[in-house]
């Protein structure tokens, strides 16, 4: 379920909000990019051209299908980027005469050995290989033109005024085949300018159209999204920002060039960095990456959030850390959980981090308390251009919701897993035997406690680490992962002050 925030509730935590002056940086160097957002002067997100590896979401191929899987409603399909692709039964669109048409079984439209158009939705991350949709869309400037639909709309995150003034214009410059859904940055955009995003949009697809009935043979890409720096400048450069500074004449050019075309009131605000000193490390973007990547992240007051990110999801701790407060404890727990609410969303943001995320809050028994840190919460995630859901929050101060996946996070993509404790953070180490021998117990580091153990021991650990039952591994190692350093799991923080979580 998902929530509107509640503007009482939103006016004690903060005064009026002004409009953020955002700016985009632009670094380019042997030919990969790096670009910042910052809204006010903070950096939100971060976009880095990947060395191994470039994105291919929003990209068609004509694919060949490798496999059906009735038993998954999906199927299996090589558009030539590493491993095959998947496409599942919700995302096959057909066309018979002009209308869509959803198939029940999979089996009975798709064989192996066909040929079908598809578009990656989602990029290969670690062993999966890329999610495709056969409903096929091309993003604009002001719009994203859809050749299969009848269906056009306005983007929600608009004012009411401002999508009903577009809905009027949309209807005027309607396509002859396909249908647009407006984009945020079409605020204040004059019908000329979704008639001029409208035609060259219309123009790409034709010559798609072109190259999927040119006779080539799968896997071939027919449609390729743009380099990082457009796409990004494309997607998210609206008249709210201040500057887009660009450090390569190269990129500084290509990226005039397109806004010329696509959005060209806006082409003065993009500006050559000539400053000697490199321009992440002026603007703390440099810092603010590697903040992004430490597991504990502090709150102004003195609290923190600890996020840990796991295969099925992530999970953000929140504490009071070294913050006492001064009225009470429901004082002190509220305003610890109401930071933690603007930091956990400018964390998600910073670092991409997408699908289930659980957020265990302090708990609160006053039911407004709970209520005011979720329209926090909701407020912050309305800045989020990435899609999410949010629920609920529980009486235990719990916080369940999701953000759309597309591509690896930050730390996926500025890293690798460790090849020797496999992401999970510990390292065992097999006891020594002598051959021929039996086996003598080892004796324990520290404090002289007895262990009975199976032949793996944490090494380097001061405190015994009792290993439970039923584990993953054949030394019954524990399957949580336990914080690195040596740092203790409890909740109280380090120095020997004690922390606020649960009453």
Same mark, same amino acid.
């Not at 299996?76 to 491993?83: A, E, R, S, T």
């Not at 035609?199 to 080539?216: D, F, P, S």
């Not at 004082?331 to 998600?348: G, I, S």
């Given at each position: 379920?998902?929530?509107?925030?509640?503007?009482?509730?939103?006016?004690?935590?903060? @005064?009026?909000?002004?409009?953020?002056?955002?700016?985009?940086?632009?670094?380019?160097?042997?030919?990969?990019?790096?670009?910042?957002?910052?809204?006010?002067?903070?950096?939100?997100?971060?976009?880095?051209?990947?060395?191994?590896?470039?994105?291919?979401?929003?990209?068609?191929?004509?694919?060949?299908?490798?496999?059906?899987?009735?038993?998954?409603?999906?199927?299996?399909?090589?558009?030539?980027?590493?491993?095959?692709?998947?496409?599942?039964?919700?995302?096959?669109?057909?066309?018979?005469?002009?209308?869509?048409?959803?198939?029940?079984?999979?089996?009975?439209?798709?064989?192996?050995?066909?040929?079908?158009?598809?578009?990656?939705?989602?990029?290969?991350?670690?062993?999966?290989?890329?999610?495709?949709?056969?409903?096929?869309?091309?993003?604009?400037?002001?719009?994203?033109?859809? #050749?299969?639909?009848?269906?056009?709309?306005?983007?929600?995150?608009?004012?009411?005024?401002?999508?009903?003034?577009?809905?009027?214009?949309?209807?005027?410059?309607?396509?002859?085949?396909?249908? @647009?859904?407006?984009?945020?940055?079409?605020?204040?955009?004059?019908?000329?300018?979704?008639?001029?995003?409208?035609?060259?949009?219309?123009?790409?697809?034709?010559?798609?159209?072109?190259?999927?009935?040119?006779?080539?043979?799968?896997?071939?890409?027919?449609?390729?999204?743009?380099?990082?720096?457009?796409?990004?400048?494309?997607?998210?450069?609206?008249?709210?920002?201040?500057?887009?500074?660009?450090?390569?004449?190269?990129?500084?050019?290509?990226?005039?060039?397109?806004?010329?075309?696509?959005?060209? !009131?806006?082409?003065?605000?993009?500006?050559?960095?000539?400053?000697?000193?490199?321009?992440?490390?002026?603007?703390?973007?440099?810092?603010?990456?590697?903040?992004?990547?430490?597991?504990?992240?502090?709150?102004?007051?003195?609290?923190?959030?600890?996020?840990?990110?796991?295969?099925?999801?992530?999970?953000?701790?929140?504490?009071?850390?070294?913050? @006492?407060?001064?009225?009470?404890?429901?004082?002190?727990?509220?305003?610890?959980?109401?930071?933690?609410?603007?930091?956990?969303?400018?964390?998600?943001?910073?670092?991409?981090?997408?699908?289930?995320?659980?957020?265990?809050?302090?708990?609160?028994?006053?039911?407004?308390?709970?209520?005011?840190?979720?329209?926090?919460?909701?407020?912050?995630?309305?800045?989020?251009?990435?899609?999410?859901?949010?629920?609920?929050?529980?009486?235990?101060?719990?916080?369940?919701?999701?953000?759309?996946?597309?591509?690896?996070?930050?730390?996926?993509?500025?890293?690798?897993?460790?090849?020797?404790?496999?992401?999970?953070?510990?390292?065992?180490?097999? !006891?020594?035997?002598?051959?021929?021998?039996?086996?003598?117990?080892?004796? #324990?580091?520290?404090r002289g406690s007895s262990r009975r153990g199976s032949g793996r021991t944490p090494s380097g650990s001061e405190s015994s680490v009792k290993v439970p039952s039923g584990g993953e591994s054949s030394g019954n190692a524990p399957s949580a992962r336990e914080p690195s350093g040596g740092e203790s799991p409890a909740k109280a923080p380090s120095g020997g002050e004690s922390s606020v979580k649960d009453r």
């Open positions: 379920m998902q929530r509107r925030s509640n503007a009482g509730a939103l006016m004690e935590w903060s @005064t009026e909000l002004k409009k953020a002056r955002n700016e985009l940086l632009v670094t380019c160097l042997k030919g990969k990019c790096r670009l910042a957002l910052l809204e006010d002067g903070e950096v939100v997100e971060v976009y880095i051209e990947k060395s191994r590896r470039k994105s291919v979401v929003g990209n068609i191929y004509i694919g060949r299908i490798t496999s059906v899987l009735p038993g998954m409603s999906a199927a299996f399909v090589d558009i030539g980027v590493g491993k095959n692709a998947l496409l599942y039964l919700q995302d096959l669109v057909f066309m018979e005469d002009g209308s869509h048409v959803k198939p029940r079984k999979i089996s009975k439209v798709l064989k192996a050995s066909d040929t079908i158009v598809v578009q990656v939705t989602k990029d290969p991350m670690g062993s999966k290989g890329a999610r495709l949709t056969t409903y096929l869309s091309l993003p604009g400037r002001m719009m994203v033109y859809m #050749p299969q639909s009848r269906r056009s709309g306005v983007s929600r995150k608009l004012p009411e005024k401002e999508r009903e003034r577009l809905r009027k214009i949309a209807r005027e410059v309607r396509p002859e085949h396909g249908s @647009t859904i407006i984009r945020t940055a079409a605020a204040r955009a004059r019908k000329k300018d979704l008639e001029e995003d409208l035609t060259y949009l219309v123009e790409q697809w034709e010559k798609t159209q072109r190259r999927i009935n040119g006779g080539a043979k799968p896997p071939t890409l027919v449609y390729q999204e743009p380099d990082l720096a457009v796409k990004v400048v494309r997607d998210t450069v609206t008249r709210e920002f201040k500057s887009v500074l660009v450090d390569s004449r190269s990129e500084y050019d290509r990226i005039k060039n397109y806004l010329s075309t696509a959005s060209p !009131e806006l082409k003065d605000r993009v500006q050559l960095y000539k400053d000697s000193q490199p321009m992440f490390s002026r603007y703390g973007v440099d810092q603010a990456i590697q903040a992004a990547l430490r597991r504990k992240v502090p709150l102004p007051s003195g609290g923190h959030i600890v996020i840990d990110e796991v295969e099925a999801m992530t999970a953000i701790d929140v504490n009071t850390g070294s913050y @006492t407060g001064k009225k009470s404890l429901e004082d002190t727990v509220l305003k610890t959980n109401m930071e933690a609410a603007v930091e956990v969303v400018k964390q998600l943001r910073l670092r991409d981090i997408g699908g289930i995320i659980v957020i265990d809050f302090i708990d609160m028994e006053n039911p407004d308390s709970r209520k005011k840190v979720l329209d926090i919460l909701e407020h912050e995630l309305e800045k989020d251009r990435t899609k999410t859901q949010v629920v609920t929050l529980s009486p235990l101060g719990l916080v369940e919701m999701t953000r759309k996946n597309v591509t690896e996070g930050l730390a996926e993509t500025l890293g690798k897993t460790c090849p020797r404790c496999e992401g999970r953070g510990l390292v065992f180490e097999e !006891e020594k035997r002598d051959e021929g021998k039996a086996p003598s117990p080892k004796a #324990p580091s520290g």
